[in-house]
């Protein structure tokens, strides 16, 4: 089994929304458009296992201090590989090379993000007030059951 972590291009981006659909669907994960993750493409991280995207997420940087895992997803055929926890940690690395504060997430995995060593924080705690116009977007808004949880480089 061959894993491979890589930076997307653009040419990934229809790929990489056919992957996260059913939780955009659900309202899990936020839809992001084909522009917008274009315009952050740089932000992504891929993981694909035999050549196949297996999944990805974002580290999105919303100030100096502070940075968000975003839109993390693996596909149900590969999770039990630790792809996920691999992406968050690549996430952590990436932040530290950006000499940030913090990395932010918004989830419904409590226990996941803990077990990587992100700690819960209340919502209206977060490190420089997240812009919100995200959440404003989301179909489950304004009844969020998202945990806040950060990590501290």
Known sequence: MEIKFF???VAHIKDMQALVKPEVDSGKILLRTEDEMAN???SYIVV?????MAGFTALHIHSSRLAEVRSLIISKEFRGLKLGKKLVEACIE???KYEL?????LTYEQGFFESIGFR???KEDIPEHKIWADCIR?????ICEEIAMVYDL
Not at 48 to 52: I, L, R
Not at 138 to 142: E, G, V
């Open 48 to 52: 694909s296992v035999d050549g196949k």
């Open 138 to 142: 989301c179909k489950l808004f304004p």
């Open 7 to 9: 930076k997307p291009t």
């Open 120 to 122: 819960k924080i209340e």
């Open 40 to 42: 952050t493409i740089r």
């Open 94 to 96: 990436e932040g530290k």
């Open 101 to 105: 504060a913090q990395i932010l997430s």
